[in-house]
């Protein structure tokens, strides 16, 4: 299954959007695109998925760019409760969720 | 509806005793997995279980490891003569099916501390 690159550490000022980059230049053509999100001592919460076309929900959207080797996760308007852990995940199969190290995301007042 | 619950929340245990860890996932959720993340670390995957299929066991990472599944619902990780470097929090998540298009629900784990 293909790894991740995501940034270490990112800041985001509350209100605004936060734009996480996920670099998966290896997935192959079944291998979908997850995000999850650890706040501190919690277990990870599932965010958003998808394979091919950009994706929203009530909490994001998912950008994925034509060639698949990227996408970006997008939260519209953070708050100081987004500030996470954000995993990006590619699979092709549900046992082999490899989560990395993840994105340190703070919101900033 | 109830998520995945874990027990217990936290556990102390002295260098070489045996411990169990309990997982209920959500009802009718056929897959399982359990997971390890040490201080600061990503999610190790330990074990998979789908429906009655064989267990994926390809992630622990000694035979100290063991891991159960009761009846396709409750599952128990089960460490024996336990080492400080098992001293992580274990996740444990459940989904509707074992393919990728459908997410993982964690429960707020279990945090080991090895003495």
């Known amino acids: 299954d293909a790894k991740t690159t995501q940034p270490t550490s990112m800041d985001c000022a509350e209100g605004r959007a936060a734009n996480l980059p996920c670099n998966h230049s290896t997935i192959s053509g079944n291998e979908y695109v997850y995000w999850y999100r650890q706040i501190h001592s919690q277990g990870p919460q599932y965010i958003i998925h998808?394979?091919?076309n950009n994706e929203t929900n009530e909490m994001a959207s998912l950008i994925i760019t034509e060639d698949r080797k990227s996408s970006t996760l997008i939260l519209p308007h953070a708050t100081l409760r987004d500030t996470a852990v954000y995993y990006c995940i590619v699979s092709r199969t549900g046992n082999q969720f490899y989560f990395g190290t993840g994105t340190s995301l703070t919101v900033i007042p | 509806g109830a998520g995945v619950s874990q027990s217990p929340s936290n556990k102390v245990t002295e260098k070489g005793k045996d411990v169990e860890l309990r997982c209920d996932p959500i009802s009718g959720h056929t897959a399982l997995y359990w997971y390890r993340q040490s201080l600061g670390q990503g999610l190790e995957f330990l074990i998979y279980f789908q429906g009655n299929s064989a267990p994926d066991k390809s992630g622990l990472p000694s035979d100290r490891f063991s891991a159960e599944r009761t009846g396709g619902s409750v599952s128990t990780l089960t460490i024996q003569r336990t080492q400080q470097e098992d001293s992580a929090v274990y996740l444990c998540?459940?989904?509707?099916?074992?393919?990728?298009?459908?997410?993982?629900?964690f429960g707020p784990g279990t945090r080991l501390t090895v003495t």
């Open positions: 998808g394979l091919k």
């Open positions: 998540a459940s989904s509707p099916a074992g393919d990728q298009t459908y997410e993982q629900y």
